[in-house]
């Protein structure tokens, strides 16, 4: 069974950093594109950033210069850096993984369980 296991969320002042962890966990053959998307209270779920497994990147226009995604192809794991946080970045942060090449078939998408940002002073 395939899971992501996702870590560093938390509360960040206006201006602040936080890192987000994510790995991919289970029994799988490969682990293609990996991305984070987010939640805010009453919105719908929107891409952050996805990075390819040739490390190809892609940000949503709102933190495009502030949020800097990366992985460790190796070892399954994707990060997203945050900076200057604003608090209309609070919201759920999910790690997606797809596709993810397992016993099933080689394209599975999996989510995290999402990690919760809150940004204020």
């Known amino acids: 069974q395939v899971q992501l296991v996702e870590s560093g969320g938390g509360l960040a002042q206006p201006g602040g950093s936080l890192r987000l962890s994510c790995v991919v966990t289970?029994?799988?053959?490969?682990?293609?594109?990996m991305g984070w998307y987010r939640q805010a209270p009453g919105k719908q779920r929107e891409l952050v950033a996805d990075?390819?497994?040739?490390?190809?990147?892609n940000y949503a226009d709102s933190v495009k210069g502030r949020f800097t995604i990366s992985r460790v192809s190796d070892k399954y794991s994707v990060f997203l850096q945050m900076n200057d946080l604003k608090p209309e970045d609070s919201a759920v942060y999910f790690c997606?993984?797809?596709?993810?090449?397992?016993?099933?078939?080689?394209?599975?998408?999996?989510w995290g369980p999402g990690t919760t940002v809150t940004v204020s002073s």
């Open positions: 289970g029994r799988f053959f490969s682990v293609g594109g």
């Open positions: 990075i390819t497994l040739d490390h190809r990147t």
């Open positions: 997606n993984a797809n596709p993810v090449s397992t016993t099933s078939g080689p394209h599975n998408e999996y």
